[in-house]
C-alpha cells in the first residue's frame, strides 16, 4: 500500500475509473492521427471599433493625441481599441453616424459637429450613444471642462 492514500497504481486506477465511469476498453486507445485532424474554421470579420472619436481635421497636436489617450485610459478603455476620425468642418453628426453604423458610440471633440449639440451631455440617437465636446486644447487648459467632460464620460461609459 503507498503511503499517501492518493498515491495508486495505474492498474487501479484503471479499474476505479472504468467501473465509475464505465470506459470500454479501447476508450483509452490513443486515436488515429486521420481522427486528431482538426479542420481550421476561419471567420473573416470585418468589424469597425464600437467606439469613434471624431476630431477636426488636421488641427490635432501630439499633446491633444497624448491627453485623449489619458482620458480614454480614465474610463478604461485603450485609445488604439477606437477608431480616430478626422471630421471635416462641414459635416453634420447624422452623416457621420450613417457613415459608421457599427459605431455605438461617438465621441466629437471640436467638431462642427459637437458645436451644435450640447456639450458633455450624453445623447442617445437610434442605436448610437453621443458625447460633444470642446476641442482637447480647451478642455485640457479649463479645470471645469475637464470635470465636466469626465462626467459625461462616466455617464456614457457606465
Given at each position: 500500500?503507498?503511503?499517501?492514500?492518493?498515491?495508486?497504481?495505474?492498474?487501479?486506477?484503471?479499474?476505479?475509473?472504468?467501473?465509475?465511469?464505465?470506459?470500454?476498453?479501447?476508450?483509452?486507445?490513443?486515436?488515429?492521427?486521420?481522427?486528431?485532424?482538426?479542420?481550421?474554421?476561419?471567420?473573416?470579420?470585418?468589424?469597425?471599433?464600437?467606439?469613434?472619436?471624431?476630431?477636426?481635421?488636421?488641427?490635432?497636436?501630439?499633446?491633444?493625441?497624448?491627453?485623449?489617450?489619458?482620458?480614454?485610459?480614465?474610463?478604461?478603455?485603450?485609445?488604439?481599441?477606437?477608431?480616430?476620425?478626422?471630421?471635416?468642418?462641414n459635416e453634420e453628426t447624422s452623416d457621420?453616424?450613417?457613415?459608421?453604423?457599427?459605431?455605438?458610440?461617438?465621441?466629437l471633440f471640436g467638431t462642427h459637429s459637437?458645436?451644435?449639440?450640447?456639450?458633455?451631455?450624453?445623447?442617445?440617437?437610434?442605436?448610437?450613444?453621443?458625447?460633444?465636446?470642446?476641442?482637447?486644447?480647451?478642455?485640457?487648459?479649463?479645470?471645469?471642462?475637464?470635470?465636466?467632460?469626465?462626467?459625461?464620460?462616466?455617464?456614457?461609459?457606465?
Open positions: 500500500m503507498a503511503d499517501n492514500i492518493w498515491d495508486i497504481d495505474q492498474a487501479s486506477a484503471h479499474q476505479l475509473f472504468d467501473e465509475v465511469y464505465q470506459l470500454s476498453p479501447n476508450a483509452m486507445k490513443q486515436p488515429d492521427k486521420e481522427e486528431t485532424t482538426v479542420q481550421p474554421s476561419v471567420q473573416k470579420t470585418t468589424s469597425q471599433p464600437e467606439i469613434v472619436i471624431g476630431l477636426p481635421t488636421n488641427t490635432t497636436s501630439s499633446t491633444d493625441k497624448a491627453f485623449l489617450g489619458k482620458v480614454m485610459a480614465a474610463v478604461g478603455i485603450e485609445l488604439s481599441k477606437c477608431a480616430v476620425k478626422p471630421v471635416e468642418q457621420l453616424l450613417d457613415a459608421l453604423p457599427e459605431a455605438s458610440t461617438l465621441l459637437a458645436m451644435t449639440l450640447a456639450h458633455y451631455q450624453v445623447i442617445r440617437k437610434e442605436s448610437h450613444r453621443l458625447l460633444a465636446a470642446d476641442n482637447l486644447s480647451k478642455i485640457q487648459a479649463d479645470q471645469s471642462k475637464k470635470r465636466q467632460l469626465w462626467e459625461g464620460l462616466k455617464q456614457l461609459f457606465k
